[in-house]
């Protein structure tokens, strides 16, 4: 498998597991829609997705 094909199925998952996650708890969309409305709680909606993408792309490399 290319890198590139394993970035995307990476996010894939990544988009199923948000979109499970706001099925099966209709509280998150709550939340995400309380979130973009008010900003003191978008810094931190925003901060779990930085973590979560430096989690999924960039903890797995090695260093040159």
Do not use: C
């Amino acid at each position: 498998m290319s890198p590139r094909l394993i970035a995307l199925l990476k996010l894939l998952v990544l988009l199923a597991v948000m979109v499970a996650l706001v099925w099966l708890f209709p509280a998150a969309l709550k939340f995400v829609e309380l979130a973009a409305r008010e900003l003191r709680y978008l810094w931190w909606l925003v901060l779990l997705l930085a973590l979560a993408a430096w989690l999924i792309w960039g903890l797995g490399k090695t260093k040159k």
